[in-house]
Every structure is written in C-alpha cells, then in structure tokens.
C-alpha cells in the first residue's frame, strides 16, 4: 500500500481519500516513511517534522469523520520550499543567515494550502535565498537529481522538483524569478509551472528580487497542477502586485481542446548551443501538435538575446535592495565577535552569506550606485520594457509559445560551480517570461539517449493561465509520455 499512495497522483490520492479506501494518516505516513528510505540518496527536504506531519493527517481525518466541512486538498501532502513562510516553521532560504529563524505567520499561499485543510509535509531545499540553478549554493547540502545521483535536479527550487520526482511528495510549492521552477522541473521530469506576476500573492515569500519572483506548482501531472494553482491563486491585498482578477476553474476546462491552436516557435531558441537531444524531443513535441492541427508560426522575440543580461543587472540590484535587511540588528544570525557597528554588520553579512550571494549583492550595489545607476539599472528597465512589447506582438499572432526549457539536460554536480556565467546561461530560455511577466510552464517530453528528462516550455499572454494548461493538457494527453519512475534504490543512500 505505501509504495501504491507514493506513485499516485494528487487527483488520485484525493479520490481514495474521498472514497474512504486510504485515510489521511495513511497517505501521510506512506510519504513520511518515502522520505525516510530515499531522502538520504536525494537530500530534497531541509527539515520534516514527522509528528506535527502524523497530528495534521489525523485532524483532517478527525473532520471527515465528523462529517465537518472539508477543503479541496483534505489530507493531501504538499512539500513547500525553504523560502515560503508558514507560522512556526523554519524559513531558513538555505542560508546561515536565517539558520536558527522561524517564521512567526503564513505566507498567503499557505494560509490558503491550511484553507484547503492540504497537509504541510516538509521545507524543501533550495539554492542560497533562491540564487541560483544548480541547488549546489545551499549553505546545508546539495539536493542530486533522483535520476542520476552525480548530476543537478536544477535550481533553485531543486528541492521541490526532487522531492516531487522521487514520490516524497505529490505536489510541492516553488518560486520562480528567472527560471527556477521550469528549469527543475525539466531535469526532474515533472511539471512545473510559473504563474503571471500578480496572479499569486508574494506575501510571507522571503523576497530576492520583488518584480520577478513568482510563486507557483510542482507536480506530476498537468491535472494536479492546475489543481494547486487554482487553489493558491486569487487578489491578496497585503501584496501591492497583487492583481485584483477573477481566478477561473482551470480544471474544469483542462480537457477541452483548444481549436485553431496558434503555436509560436522562436529562431532564436533552436541556435548554436541546444543540445541534440534537447532540439529532437522538443520538436518532437511540436510535431505532436501539428498533429492534432495546430497551426505553428515562427514569431521574433527579437530583443531575448539581451535577457541574461537584462536579469542579471535587475535582479542582483533588487537583492542588493532586499538583503540589506540582514545586518544582525533585528533577526537572524549576528557574528560571535566584533568590534563596533560596521564591524558588526560586516562580520556577520560575511559569515551569514555563502559565495553567490555575495557575488549577486556585490553585482547589484554596483549597478545602483551612484555614477552607474543610469549607464546599467535605468538602461536595463528600458530592454526590459522591450522585452515585453516583443511578447504583447508575439501573443497577437499566437495563442502560446513552445521551445526548450533549457539548453542541456541536468549538468553534473559542481561542473558549473566555478564558472558563473555558464551557471547563468542555463537560464537562458526562461528569464524573458519573468522579465516580462508572462506564465510559462515545463512539461516533460521525453527523455536524451543518456536517460535524462527532457522538458518543453510552453508560454503564454499574461494571465492566459487557463490556456496555457489546456495547451499542456494537450500535448500530455495526446503524446503520453510514458510515467517512468527514477531507479532510487541504485543511488548512494536509496532503500527502494
């Protein structure tokens, strides 16, 4: 039975809890024993708190049988990833800085998983306060990917697509400010999606770089994952980015073909760089499209060749910004020995921040001084807005557009460590969505020659969500993939 309740689905799941076959705790405990047998080999999740885990089960399965009222995620676990704030939990982002801080409120997106009566399952790991592609800057352990041990699940929300992967968790909760939703997802092989900028609040997400990050799902299906959408998204009013829009019923229009589908496909993502592998299942998806009648264009985002430069003068200068509230004076961590004020505040951001933070708040302080304000931050906004108006001509001759997530499968552990500009160039597909503040979504599509997943993006006009799954409910539907599980008990560390 425990092995049956990991392999499941989250739809799936809810149906056995609703038909009374399995109950809450036994769904919980099938995944809390999960990451016990595998997490070792993983090392997806930061923290878990197995009883508090057991009690919240037991509650939901308490109010079942009362016959009270029950939400929409009733037992289900979710993994939420180490940057997400959920009342007496830690929110550590991965960094020394924030070891010992525990969260004294939910984050929106969690009051709402509570809402839905979802079980909160563990904190999930993740790059450094989400800086990076590689999950390799946590300052506790480096998450592997469950399909190879020596290689990357991606970055940052690694953690999350891992433990997604792996069957510790049904669905799990990520953030997204230049990719790090997708690009895990494709090289774990699971769906994972970033909403519109606005259409999920960013209250209670510790911040890197606040006109990029994004909340969003990770699942195993497309189904499941407009199911965790449609439950997170909606107007908070405690987030000035917040939009004020309706939220539809995503799944209630999931499996209604899209008729005269336009497909864009961009020149500029099939150039020198894509790997061969990558190249042949992304096209081999489009074929799968054409097939049902699609009609697919090429479309110009003429200005994206800018994007890795674009992000990296815009989000390091909003981490500048948003980190500078680490200074040991209010919370978190405070270095043991100094002398005086500046000493103290540069003794702790020295210890308290790992390399590529440091790196990212060094860049940002750059651009935004004085002298260089004008010549990078103000020059990099005006791209930006260019970048936009590419994708509002693109999503007047297209519905969605499809391409690669990224430019290589999963690379190995500490291949790119050392080389930051090729760290950053793995990004370089899925930074315009953020840039612009358009959804994209990575589907799987295949697997390289190696046995690597390979995932497809899918992107869309802004708040076009409810399109963008009907499209990647398509593609699964019609392609179907075959659902092929990661070999987790030839890893170091793997039981099973």
């Not at 930006?384 to 001759?397: G, K, N, T, V």
């Not at 557009?401 to 552990?413: D, K, L, M, N, Q």
């Not at 994209?440 to 076009?464: D, K, N, R, Y």
């Amino acid at each position: 039975m425990s092995s049956r309740l990991t392999d499941t689905g989250a739809r799936d799941l809810l149906r056995l809890l609703e038909t009374g076959e399995v109950s809450c705790v036994d769904v919980a405990a099938a995944h809390l024993d999960r990451i016990g047998a595998v997490d070792g080999a993983v090392e997806a999740f930061l923290s878990v708190d197995r009883e508090q885990v057991l009690a919240d089960a037991a509650e939901v399965d308490r109010k079942r049988q009362t016959g009270e009222s029950l939400g929409r995620l009733a037992g289900l676990p979710v993994a939420i990833k180490d940057n997400i704030c959920a009342a007496g939990a830690p929110a550590t982002c991965a960094s020394r800085m924030l070891e010992q801080f525990v969260s004294p409120y939910d984050a929106h997106v969690i009051g709402r998983l509570r809402a839905a009566d979802a079980v909160l399952l563990g904190r999930t790991n993740l790059d450094e306060f989400a800086m990076g592609s590689s999950c390799e800057s946590s300052a506790f352990q480096p998450t592997r990917n469950p399909w190879d041990a020596e290689r990357s699940p991606g970055g940052s929300s690694g953690g999350s697509a891992a433990a997604v992967c792996a069957g510790m968790a049904p669905l799990a909760l990520g953030s997204d400010t230049g990719g790090s939703i997708r690009q895990p997802a494709s090289f774990c092989g699971v769906v994972g999606m970033k909403p519109t900028y606005g259409r999920v609040s960013r209250y209670g997400l510790v911040a890197f770089a606040s006109s990029l990050d994004q909340i969003g799902p990770f699942a195993r299906g497309v189904e499941d994952a407009a199911l965790l959408l449609e439950i997170i998204a909606g107007h908070d009013p405690r987030d000035t980015t917040s939009v004020d829009q309706p939220v539809p019923s995503y799944l209630d229009t999931l499996d209604e073909p899209l008729k005269g589908l336009r497909i864009g496909v961009v020149p500029e993502h099939f150039g020198e760089g894509l790997d061969s592998d990558v190249e042949t299942r992304v096209q081999d998806a489009i074929d799968v499209y054409r097939s049902l009648g699609a009609e697919i264009r090429e479309v110009s985002l003429p200005h994206s060749k800018y994007c890795v430069a674009v992000y990296y003068i815009v989000a390091p200068s909003e981490a500048s910004s948003n980190l500078a509230r680490y200074d040991g004076v209010h919370y978190g961590f405070r270095a043991a020995e100094y002398d005086g004020l500046i000493d103290m505040y540069a003794a702790t951001r020295g210890a308290g921040f790992g390399d590529e933070v440091k790196r990212r708040i060094m860049l940002g302080t750059y651009a935004l001084s004085s002298g260089y304000y004008d010549a990078y931050y103000v020059k990099a906004l005006k791209v930006r807005r260019l970048i936009r108006q590419d994708f509002d001509a693109a999503f007047q001759e297209v519905d969605v557009i499809a391409g690669p997530v990224t430019p290589a499968p999963a690379f190995r552990i500490g291949e790119l460590i050392d080389d930051p500009l090729a760290m950053y160039l793995n990004d370089i597909y899925t930074i315009s969505a953020n840039l612009a503040g358009v959804p994209g979504i990575s589907l799987p599509c295949g697997f390289t020659s190696s046995e690597l997943p390979v995932g497809l993006q899918l992107m869309a006009a802004p708040f076009e969500e409810e399109r963008l799954l009907r499209a990647a409910r398509m593609y699964e539907r019609e392609a179907d993939v075959p659902i092929r599980r990661p070999p987790l008990g030839m890893l170091p560390g793997g039981s099973v």
